[in-house]
């Protein structure tokens, strides 16, 4: 009975771990819109135009991604994963060994327009299923950008 005990408590615990990686790349998985995108300091917040507002970025299962505007198509891949231990800046204050966190990249490319897009946010943060927000930072500001389900 004991060995019966033992293994229904590390079951839910194997689960738990599991479910909250599949999760948040399953929230994901469609097609979003860049709704606004923002550069921060202390004491000030600058809205910025990105560009990329009135197209699509579709994110599909198997790691593959696509930004749609008008005629204009771009393709690449992102990449959502955990990382721990690693010393970051979080709205202009140094953290060493603060935890896990949700990293999330997107590499996107058209050669015919000469156009690419690389972005590495170094904190990413789902608010339900129908929006998140991605932040980056640089030694001046802080980036802020928000995605909404399209």
């Known amino acids: 009975m004991k060995k019966y005990l033992l293994l229904f408590m590390l079951i839910p615990l194997l689960f738990a771990g599991c479910n909250r990686w599949i999760n ?14 923002a550069k921060h300091r202390k004491l000030n ?21 696509r930004y749609t505007e008008g005629s204009l198509q771009m393709e690449g891949n992102w990449q959502l994963r955990y990382i721990s231990g690693d010393s970051h800046y979080d709205h202009g204050e140094y ?6 966190r949700l990293v ?9 327009s000469n156009r690419l897009l690389e972005l590495d946010f170094d ?3 789902f608010h339900n299923r129908d929006e998140f927000v991605a932040e980056y930072e ?10 909404e389900r399209y």
């Not at 809205?47 to 790691?63: K, L």
């Not at 953290?95 to 896990?100: A, Y």
């Not at 640089?138 to 995605?147: D, E, G, L, N, Q």
Request: glycine share 10%.
């Open 24 to 37: 948040r790349e399953d929230r994901l998985v469609g097609t979003w819109k860049l709704t606004s995108a």
């Open 45 to 65: 917040r600058d809205y910025i135009n990105t560009g990329y507002e009135s197209g699509t970025f579709s994110f599909y299962d198997n790691g593959q991604a």
């Open 95 to 100: 953290h060493s060994g603060s935890g896990s």
């Open 104 to 112: 999330f990249s997107i590499h996107l490319v058209n050669f015919q």
């Open 123 to 125: 904190d990413c943060r």
């Open 138 to 147: 640089t030694v001046s500001y802080s980036y802020r950008y928000i995605f």
